[in-house]
């Protein structure tokens, strides 16, 4: 599965990957830390990723 980044400066902290899953993590920034999703399914990932609301959160192979 394709390694997942965020773009800090778009990133506003709402938490909806939070809420999909753990690996995803609104740290005391105020924006997301993205822990280990080699062990995520797939669909959980890319649902995570969609939940985005800025479109903070990328697949690093769609850069």
């Known amino acids: 599965m394709s390694r997942v980044e965020v773009d800090r400066e778009i990133c506003i902290g709402m938490g ?3 809420g999909i899953s753990a690996a995803f993590r609104v740290g005391d920034s105020g924006t997301v830390d993205i822990g280990d999703t080699a062990a995520l399914d797939p669909l959980v990932l890319r649902r995570a990723v969609a ?8 697949f690093a192979d769609d850069v």
């Open 16 to 18: 909806m990957c939070e």
């Open 51 to 58: 939940a985005c609301p800025t479109g903070a959160l990328r």
